[in-house]
């Protein structure tokens, strides 16, 4: 894989936190390079360098994403519970309306109609349905880091109704990232879908 577009790492990080998320997820280490599987594409994370799946260095957001990802892996796996809104969790108030814009409001106003559509480009993020639809006309379950899915539930639009959507964190979402890259990785999944249902 090449490596001489590889751009650095926001900050440094030690091998022994990159073999620490090795062990306790599916991100695989090898040669102090963490592979980690964002939204099913891997990126590799070194002490001091991010790259891409073609060797290309990542934006800066998704550089500073994973280097938090990393930094903050807990000593101590939080256990799998509730779900819970962006507005729910602690610290988020000044970013509310913005992520609500990013995300729901993208999803609502790029696929009111289109639900097939939403569907093809959730797989392509690797979305999956998931088996209780919890009275939605589509419940997707997306894999964007180990340990940390997010979930979109989404109703078409029916007159005299009009689509609905929301996405759906884990709480223990905050033991691995912070509200900002929090912000970032929903509006970075709502992006990536409203690209493909603009093609």
Known sequence: MQQSNSGPAPGPVHPDQLAAVAKNSEAALE???LQIPFFETRYRLGPTTVCGPTGER???TICDLLVNYVLNFPAVLPKT???VSFRELEGAGPLVVSFANNTNKTIMTTFAG???LLEAAAGDLG???RNHAC???LSLKFQALPHIPLYLQFNDAEAPFPAQCSLLLEASIEAFLDMRSI???G???CGQLAARGYD
């Open 31 to 33: 040669n102090q390079h």
């Open 58 to 60: 990542p934006t800066e």
């Open 81 to 83: 519970d509730r779900l």
């Open 114 to 116: 289109k639900r097939p």
């Open 127 to 129: 979305g999956r349905p």
């Open 135 to 137: 009275g939605f006309d």
């Open 183 to 185: 912000f970032t990785l």
């Open 187 to 189: 509006t970075f999944l």
